[in-house]
């Protein structure tokens, strides 16, 4: 809750709030105010674009777990490169499990390595199946985070964005954002000869997803040989794929309750890890058990409002959720 300077607005207590399901007011049985703590996933891409900058990711890192409260817990999540057979491939590797011991936190991060690639549907689905496999404890109950620094181009995930997606919002977990601009970086080095140690390629799961979204009549064939490409090609379908990353960034923040910010640079990326402790240590949770008791597979739109309070406030707040279906 912000008031109209956009400053987060302490303070309130349960009979401030009202939620509506499908337009129908519920009755809050559970109610965090802000200072309960919250449970985050801290998921730093160190993949491609942003390999040659870790020094300055893991300062970023530092400082956003220095800025939490001291009862918050946070696990960290990191892409790193594995020997497959004869192929070198990108992987999600969790660096530390959920803890509030600063120290191994500190060392999870300077133990950062690099990929090359980017699996970043399959490390939001990692963040919900074993950061977050436990049930919450009554205490942390609707207050879990994922918060990526990324630019949200995946090139190398088993899984695609919409079971990613699914399996967040059904978790419960707000999903906050930092987004890094790198595609300037990315397309110096797409346009670069396949001889060129310095160049980067998309990768054939990036191609495929391409095509599969923008031109799915295309021959596949087409979209086999990223070298065979010309320059104007390669660029088109980066833009594409950044646009792309752009937009499910954005989709998965506001359907979960959570936030994006740009940060234009790493360097920007300290000022906006800042936001987000504030934004995180400033959240209130409400539960409720839907008068609607119907399990039928469809979505349920949620709205929150305010009442008592006399200033401009802002609400952003999860927009709804899928019901259960069967029996």
Do not use: W
Not at 7 to 33: C, K, M, Y
Not at 134 to 141: H, Q, S
Not at 217 to 222: G, V
Not at 231 to 252: V, W
């Amino acid at each position: 809750i912000t008031n109209s300077a956009g400053r987060p607005l302490a303070g309130l207590r349960r009979e401030n709030f009202v939620v509506f399901e499908d337009g129908q007011p519920q009755s809050i049985a559970n109610f965090g105010t802000t200072e309960a703590p919250f449970e985050i996933a801290l998921l730093l891409d160190t993949s491609g674009s942003t390999r040659d900058d870790v020094a300055l990711i893991k300062q970023a890192a530092n400082s956003f777990i220095n800025a939490l409260r001291a009862s918050d817990r946070v696990a960290i999540t990191a892409f790193n490169t594995e020997r497959r057979g004869n192929d070198m491939s990108a992987t999600v590797e969790v660096l530390s499990p959920l803890t509030g011991n600063r120290t191994s936190l500190q060392r999870a991060i300077n133990n950062l390595g690099s990929a090359n690639g980017t699996p970043f549907y399959d490390a939001l689905d990692r963040v919900v199946r074993e950061v977050f496999r436990e049930a919450p404890t009554e205490e942390v109950r609707g207050r879990r985070a994922v918060v990526a620094l990324t630019d949200g181009v995946d090139s190398a995930s088993e899984i695609d964005f919409a079971a990613a997606r699914a399996r967040l919002l059904s978790a419960g977990i707000a999903c906050y954002f930092i987004q890094v601009n790198t595609e300037d970086f990315v397309e110096d080095r797409l346009l670069k000869d396949c001889a060129d140690d310095g160049r980067l390629s998309l990768s054939a799961k990036q191609l495929r997803r391409y095509r599969r979204i923008f031109v799915p009549r295309a021959k596949s064939e087409d979209f086999e040989n990223f070298c065979q490409m010309g320059p104007f090609q390669r660029m088109h379908i980066s833009r594409q794929l950044y646009n792309l990353a752009r937009r499910e960034m954005n989709d998965l923040s506001q359907a979960s309750g959570g936030r994006n910010f740009v940060a234009a640079t790493l360097q920007d990326a300290r000022a906006a890890f800042a936001q987000v402790a504030n934004e995180i240590g400033t959240q209130y949770s409400l539960g409720y058990y839907p008068t609607n008791k119907t399990r039928d597979g469809k979505y349920r739109a949620i709205r929150v409002e305010l009442r008592g309070i006399k200033e401009k406030t802002q609400v952003r707040a999860r927009e709804g959720y899928v019901a259960p279906k069967g029996e």
